[in-house]
């Protein structure tokens, strides 16, 4: 349940019936931006296929959206396999309501971080830049499409957009 504005009463008194009501803003849901592999270099990599865009853009680009959304954006990029399962793992405590991630190589390789993921039981949203479905033949199985509540492919960084937009309007419905 998205629980955006709350009244807070201050405690000035302007006159024994008069007092001024603060507005403060609550943001109560948490939301985890993950990218795998690689992905630290958009912006250099492969232009044609990954764009100009850096990681930091789509970051800073994220964490806007959900934050004029009500929303706290985590954020982690790690070339290593054992970081991205940590990070998924620590979201239990971090009370993480969804997960955008976009495991790059490691969507065709890796059951554990598909392990994980099944593991937190957090609803999570699969991204791939690219259309990995025209790419070769190898990037055409994901490890994650199957329990991923959406994925997003072939969108540009437009993708994580709507991920993130998605995880959101699913959030609020609940
Ligand atoms: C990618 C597609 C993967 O096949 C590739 O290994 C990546 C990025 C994408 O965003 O299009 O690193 O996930």
């Known amino acids: 349940m998205l629980r955006s504005w709350i009244l ?11 007092i001024i009501i603060k507005s403060v803003k609550i943001f109560d849901v948490n939301i985890l931006l993950i990218n795998g592999p690689n992905l630290n270099l958009l912006g250099k990599r492969e232009a044609n296929l990954y764009g100009n865009a850096s990681l930091t853009d789509v970051e800073k680009n994220l964490e806007s959206i959900a934050k004029s959304n009500g929303c706290n954006l985590e954020t982690m990029q790690s070339n290593a396999e054992h970081e991205l399962i940590d990070a998924i793992h620590i979201s239990i405590t971090k009370d993480i309501k969804a997960i955008i991630i976009n495991p790059a190589a490691y969507t065709h390789t890796s ?6 993921l099944l593991s937190v039981n957090i609803p999570f949203y699969e991204v791939h830049i690219s259309d990995v479905q025209s790419r070769e033949e190898f990037r055409k199985f994901s490890y994650f499409s199957d329990i991923a509540e959406k994925v997003f492919s072939g969108l540009g960084i437009k993708g994580y957009e709507l991920a993130l937009l998605e995880a959101i309007s699913k959030y609020k419905e609940a």
């Open 8 to 18: 807070l009463p201050c405690s000035k008194k302007i006159s024994s019936s008069i």
């Open 111 to 116: 059951i554990a971080l598909r392990d994980a």
